[in-house]
């Protein structure tokens, strides 16, 4: 799993992830202050979003890739401590490999 962290994302960036989401409300989300970025398996995924969704107030949004029915990347909307937190949390649980 690969995890990456954005601060103070561009418009353009916002509009990238904007187009891709996959789930959620079709709106546009209110601009955030960071995006943290989770790749890997689909059954990582679908963990890794309910552990940010549990360790802080957080929106996760899955992000469609080329071919439609596959997540491969999740999209993790909040402040930038929220945020930091989230992919700390995933990154402990998937090193334990508590899923």
């Known amino acids: 799993m690969d995890c990456r962290m954005i601060k103070s994302p561009g418009e353009g960036t916002l509009a990238i992830l904007n187009r891709r989401k ?25 963990c890794a ?10 929106t996760v949004e899955d992000i469609r890739g080329s071919c439609p029915q596959n997540m491969i990347l999740l999209a993790i909307f909040g402040d930038t401590a929220s945020v930091e937190a989230a992919i700390e949390e995933i990154k402990r649980k998937e090193k334990e490999r508590k899923w």
């Open 22 to 46: 996959g789930s959620g409300p079709k709106a546009a989300l209110e601009v955030p202050d960071a995006v943290g970025l989770v790749q890997g398996k689909l059954i990582e995924m679908v």
């Open 49 to 58: 979003a309910d552990v940010a969704e549990k360790a802080v107030g957080v």
